[in-house]
């Protein structure tokens, strides 16, 4: 069964580095999502992408992050100077349509500790 | 597994029992609802989903009912398996479609 695979699993930085986290969706899927999960809290959404470009974003996706698609299967997540506050486990999903089922499927995340 | 909650509301029922998790959802302009499962070190899984313009949806083992006017889901699951275990989180698409808002989750414990 197709999957989404995050890498790394787990990545430590120190304040104010740069971070990237990587995400290959499923292939024939369309919609790409970045989310959160901090320690203790609920998940909670980032960002949709779509035909190379951000759809929707929340108030937590500030200028500190960007989203890119760089080739055909790769879909990022980057932090430019990580905060403390950032340490979570963060979700890559994917999903097929839009207009109809919403099914995202979920990778197994990537724990970010800042240090 | 320390991506799931640690004060979360619990819910623990014997082995074959069947178990039924309650959320209450935000925005009554929400159209669309999911069920997640998240097992310790896992991702979300999606269970079952369900439209607004449905009160009731059934799969395997898992019913989903909708009350719009108490803002209100419910998953049941039949004959509960020690594999059922798990975090349950409902979510809405809110006012935009894909901006999913989930709950916080209600911890599933099940007794031998």
């Known amino acids: 069964e197709p999957e989404v695979t995050q890498t790394p699993s787990h990545q430590v930085t120190q304040m104010g580095q740069e971070v990237i986290l990587r995400c290959v969706p499923i292939?024939?899927?369309?919609?790409f999502y970045w989310y959160r999960q901090i320690l203790g809290q609920k998940v909670e959404f980032l960002v949709s992408f779509y035909n190379n470009e951000i759809s929707e974003k929340s108030e937590i996706f500030d200028d500190q992050f960007s989203v890119e698609r760089p080739d055909g299967s790769n879909f990022t997540l980057k932090i430019r100077s990580t905060k403390l506050e950032d340490s979570a486990m963060y979700f890559c999903a994917s999903s097929l349509s839009r207009g109809g089922v919403y099914e995202q499927y979920f990778g197994p995340g990537t724990r970010l500790t800042v240090t | 597994g320390e991506s799931v909650g640690l004060h979360l509301p619990t819910l623990s029922v014997q082995e074959g029992d069947n178990s039924i998790i309650n959320c209450a959802y935000s925005n009554s302009a929400s159209d669309y609802f999911i069920w997640y499962k998240q097992e310790s070190g896992k991702g979300p899984q999606f269970i079952i989903d369900?439209?607004?313009?449905?009160d009731k949806r059934q799969g395997q083992r898992v019913t989903v009912l909708l009350n719009k006017t108490v803002k209100h889901l419910s998953l049941q699951i039949a004959a509960t398996q020690p594999g059922d275990s798990a975090v349950y989180f409902c979510?809405?698409?809110?006012?935009?479609?894909?901006?999913?808002?989930f709950g916080p989750g209600t911890r599933l414990s099940v007794l031998p």
């Open positions: 292939s024939n899927h369309l919609y």
């Open positions: 979510a809405e698409n809110g006012d935009y479609g894909q901006n999913f808002v």
């Open positions: 369900i439209r607004s313009n449905m």
